[in-house]
């Protein structure tokens, strides 16, 4: 076929649409590229944690600090970490077209993170009496990991709360709508396994 109708065939719809790449998307993979860009942060500032830990001695927290309470750590991991159930329930509801879903799945998550970061401003209000970030390096290891992981968990819930405004607003469930909900639960999901780490090393391991 020559000529134009060769020049329709080659362009046509038809035929761009069998051009175009299978797999996972673009915003896809840079999600994932970004979260184990952040990943790799979080395992060097904890690694550096453990580093410094058997650095410094046998005493540890040092000085007069005492070892961490767990009884608000551990409420804190009760309401984040489930609160991955309602972002999955939410890009389910995002991929069926369940607007309703949709929003209540991001509603609870929101909730829970809201919760989570209320939980850890009482808990550093309560430290702060006793520790700050320049008292020791245990204090800057400690309010450097936990607050980085806190700024993540409000970029989080930023993303959710926009998402949701969408969803209020009766904005259409198209496929860039689909992706960014499953985009963001990506990003959640790291938020939430990176604080079952953090968990393990600033407020249980001191103990062990």
Request: aromatic share 12%; net charge positive; with cysteine.
């Amino acid at each position: 076929m020559t000529g134009r109708g060769g020049i329709m065939a080659a362009t046509g719809a038809e035929a761009l649409s069998t051009e175009l790449p299978a797999g996972r998307s673009t915003g896809w993979w840079g999600m994932v590229m970004f979260v184990a860009t952040e990943a790799t942060l979080f395992a060097c500032l904890l690694g550096s944690y453990f580093y410094l830990r058997f650095q410094y001695g046998p005493q540890w927290p040092p000085g007069a600090i005492g070892a961490p309470e767990l009884l608000k750590p551990l409420i804190m991991t009760a309401v984040l970490l489930p609160s991955s159930l309602p972002m999955v329930w939410a890009e389910r509801g995002s991929r069926h077209g369940r607007r309703w879903q949709l929003r209540c799945g991001l509603g609870a998550t929101m909730v829970l993170g809201l919760t989570f970061l209320t939980l850890q401003a009482i808990e550093y209000a309560e430290k702060l009496r006793h520790f700050t970030l320049t008292t020791d390096v245990y204090g800057s290891l400690f309010y450097l990991i936990t607050g980085f992981h806190g700024l993540h968990v409000l970029v989080g819930l930023t993303m959710i709360g926009w998402l949701l405004a969408a969803a209020l607003s009766g904005a259409t469930i198209d496929a860039h709508r689909r992706e960014r909900v499953r985009n963001t639960a990506i990003y959640w999901h790291f938020v939430d396994a990176v604080w079952a780490a953090i968990l393990f090393t600033i407020y249980l391991s001191p103990r062990l």
